[in-house]
């Protein structure tokens, strides 16, 4: 590009501003780059609209703030002490979450989730532990305020689960 649009009359430059303003926010546009870190708007939407969350996203207090607020239930932090050794059991208000190994079917566990309201529901749980992304494990609609899922040993739901320090949301 040469200087000659400062040569020209104001009508002129202000003309050849803009057109360079809009050539500038043009290309910000097109930018195929995905941002590193997702927006808060994109997480509570996807949380709201039952999509898919996007990938990126880094556990932090405010993450853990939106999923507690998206949730229906919030399972806390366990402490190590009372993690059982025959299976995983959670309590929260609202809700309490088992996992107990298949007597039938060697190699798999059955994920247990029942509701205090047999009305209430939730599509998706998502398990965060510190420095992973969310992990998210898809859920049948419950009947008569249970869930039961037979789930392979080797799932990582079942390892996020074992974690004493993670944080779960039923959404």
Known sequence: MTDRWRDL????????ETIFSALDVARGLTDCRAP??????AIWSALATGRALPGGIVPDADLDALLADAASVAFPRQAAAATPQDGIDRHAD???LRVVPSL???GQSYLAISF?????????LIAV????????FALPPPVDG??????DNSDPILVALADADARLYLV
């Open 36 to 41: 590193s870190r997702p927006s808060v708007s």
């Open 146 to 151: 249970m869930v039961q899922i037979l789930v």
């Open 129 to 136: 532990g510190d420095g992973a992304e969310p992990l998210v």
């Open 116 to 124: 205090d309201d047999p009305t209430a529901t939730a599509s998706r």
């Open 9 to 16: 009359e104001d009508d002129g430059r202000r003309t050849a």
């Open 94 to 96: 609202g809700a309490r």
């Open 104 to 106: 039938g079917a060697p």
